[in-house]
Each structure stands twice: as C-alpha cells, then as structure tokens.
C-alpha cells in the first residue's frame, strides 16, 4: 500500500491520502507528490482544497485529516524515498530537492556517488563473475556473467561521465587472476575437445566458443587499462598447443566458428604488438608470427572457398581482414633481417595459393634494404680517422 500526501496553498491545510495497491506510481501521480511538496516547502502556509482532479484514482475512496505544512513535506518526501524511479524522474527529483531544505535529504541518498572503496568492491566482484572465478552452475549464471562484463565495459568507459574505476594494483592483481583463469578455461577445453567432439560436436564447439567470446571480452578490457602484454605473453605461450588441436583432420570440416574466432582474437595480440601497444623481444613477435601466419592464411582460404558455396558460410569481417594485414607488415618491418627473409621467403613460396596476407609491402621494403645495407652500414670514421663501429 502506498500513501501519498497532497495539499495546495491558502490558509488552512487539508491533507488527502490517495491509496493504491501497486508500488509503481505514474508520472502524474509524482507530478503531483512532488509539487505540492515544492510549494509546501517555499511557503509552509496552509492550505484548505478539494485534492486535485489529475490525483484522483476511480473508486479509491479519499481520507481528510489536518496537519502542519512540515509533516505534509515529510510525507511527500517518504514516499518518493522509497519509491523506484526512471530517469527522467531523477532528473527532476534532483532539481526538487534542493528546494526542499534537509528534509530532503533521504531523496539524494540514493543518487550519491559511492565511496571509491566501494566502487572497487563492486569492481572487483564483476570480474570474478565475468571470469567464471566464481565456479556456479546454476541456471542464471551465464546471464549474470553477460551482466557483469557489461557493466564493467560501462564502468570503464570514459564517455559523457568519467570512468568511476581507479586503477590499483588490487584491481590490477583481480585482473590478472580473471585472464590465467580465461585461458586456463580455454585449454582445458581444447584438451578436451576431442572426446567432447565425438560425444556430441556442436557442444564440444560451443564450449570451446564460449570460451573464446570471454578471452575476446577480457582483451577489450585489459586494452583500456594498458594490460595487453600479460594476455600476449599468455596467448603466445599456448599458440601452437591451440594450432596443432585445431588443425587436425579430425575438424577440417567443422568447428568454423571457433576457428574464426581464434582469428579474431589473435588479431588483438597482432595488433598490440604490431603498433608497439606490447613491447616483445624480437624472437617472441617472430615466434607469434611464425605460428598464426600459417594458420590465418590457409583458413582464410577455406572461408573464401566455402562462402562460394554457401553465403550463409563464416567469414572474416573486411575490417579485422585489413587490421590484421596492416599489423603483420608492421611486425615483419620491426624484426631482424633473418626473421624477415624467413617469413617472406615462405609466403612467397604460397603467394599464388593464398592470396591474403598481402605482405608486398614488407617484401618491397626488405628489398631495399638488403640492396642499400652495404652501402647505409659500411664502416664510418671519425674525425681521427678511426673507424666506428655500428
């Protein structure tokens, strides 16, 4: 049951106490809760009136009683305390009530900005929702997870308001935790993707997709936060594991979505290393290239050759394909000239069977360079006639 109290301004005070069964109110009803509290509360007059038209409820009977202006403010202002709200109804609660003295105050409560103390709590029990640290088979977890990465996206977008998370080593430290325990995930099910796939193929594949999705999620995450390298060093270590399961002629046929995503997913860590977002050693960004290229190379084929087929077939969205390509030269253009000959002897050797990557670029560059390198790094002299050694 709710009561609002009502009133209007003249000399005596007549109090009306509209009754419903239902805890939400219409935006009529808090028009007038509202208004009469803000006129109350300017002129703590009385007032003697029949209750407002627009405040009648059909066949809601209406009880008269008098009180003092002030108790007609408090009662306005209960109600709307406990009372849930739309936006656009804070909106206009929060031009109210400043109107409205200390009494008021019960009213912002709710609007307040938390503590930093307790934004981190929250913070931190989203991630471990989002990463599954929080092991639960119950039938709502799966929404509560998608729940819980999206608010932690919101949290930290820096859009029309600031992010509310500060950045600590504790958040950092959950952080860490949520990514070893993301791919820890993954492996398991690609350890157990073979007997799983036998068992029943299209589970064995969501499983191993849903895992996917949450590695895809978390490395949009750790971009904004400047923790890419920890899920490049991650995904680097267990790059070939992953390749050499996936590529059995056991799945050549199947598990499309999985092996699309990965794509997706190793684009991120190409193009963190790519653009220097990730600083690796030379034979690490080598490492990385020499396993995915392969991989991403041949399996683009196989989406081209199955869309011809079949449109509704998976394929590489345009923009990930130019990304991709775009980071690769830039990783091959950073390494030494032996890693560089290496990659782009191979790719050669296959240019005419696999049309992407395009690595022309990279190619023509490494070719000036070996022709110019004799004569751009010969022995120097100083001023003394000393060599200089490069």
């Known amino acids: 049951m709710r009561t609002v109290v009502c009133a209007s301004v003249d000399v005596g005070i007549d109090i009306y106490e509209l009754r419903w069964p239902t805890r939400r109110h219409n935006q009529e009803q808090l028009q007038v809760a509202a208004s009469t509290a803000h006129r109350s509360a300017l002129t703590l007059s009385s007032a003697t009136t029949a209750v407002p038209s627009s405040a009648r409820l059909p066949g809601r009977p209406l009880r008269r009683s008098s009180i003092r202006g002030r108790l007609i403010m408090a009662g306005c202002v209960a109600y709307l305390e406990s009372a849930s709200w739309d936006e656009k109804e804070e909106e206009e609660i929060l031009q109210l009530a400043p109107n409205l003295g200390p009494e008021a105050a019960p009213l912002l409560v709710r609007l307040q900005a938390p503590s930093e103390s307790a934004v981190k709590n929250v913070f931190i029990s989203a991630v471990r929702f989002a990463t599954s640290m929080e092991s639960s088979f119950a039938p709502f977890f799966d929404d509560l997870k998608t729940s819980a990465q999206e608010q932690i996206d919101f949290m930290l977008h820096d859009g029309d308001d600031p992010a509310i998370v500060m950045m600590d080593e504790g958040i950092r430290s959950v952080l860490r935790e949520g990514l070893t325990k993301l791919l820890s995930t993954f492996k398991t ?202």
């Open 189 to 390: 099910g690609v350890d157990l993707l073979a007997s799983e796939f036998d068992q029943s193929p299209e589970q064995a594949e969501k499983r191993i997709l849903r895992s996917l999705v949450d590695i895809d999620w978390i490395t949009n995450v750790l971009t904004r936060i400047e923790m890419m390298t920890e899920f490049v060093s991650g995904w680097l270590e267990t790059s070939d594991h992953v390749i050499s399961v996936v590529q059995d002629n056991k799945y050549s046929s199947g598990l499309w979505a999985v092996k699309v995503k990965l794509i997706e997913v190793t684009g991120k860590a190409l193009d963190a290393v790519g653009y220097g977002s990730v600083i690796l050693p030379s034979t690490s960004r080598a490492r990385l290239l020499k396993a995915w290229l392969p991989y991403i190379r041949m399996i683009k084929c196989c989406l081209d050759d199955g869309k011809t087929k079949d449109e509704a077939f998976p394929q590489m969205d345009a923009d990930l394909c130019q990304n991709i390509e775009s980071a690769m030269v830039s990783m091959i253009l950073a390494l030494p000239s032996g890693d560089q000959s290496d990659i782009l002897s191979e790719w050669m050797l296959k240019a005419d069977q696999f049309r992407y990557p395009d690595l022309t670029e990279a190619f023509e560059m490494w070719c000036y360079r070996s022709k110019t390198a004799v004569r751009r790094l010969k022995p120097r002299t100083d001023n003394g006639g000393n060599c200089i050694s490069l």
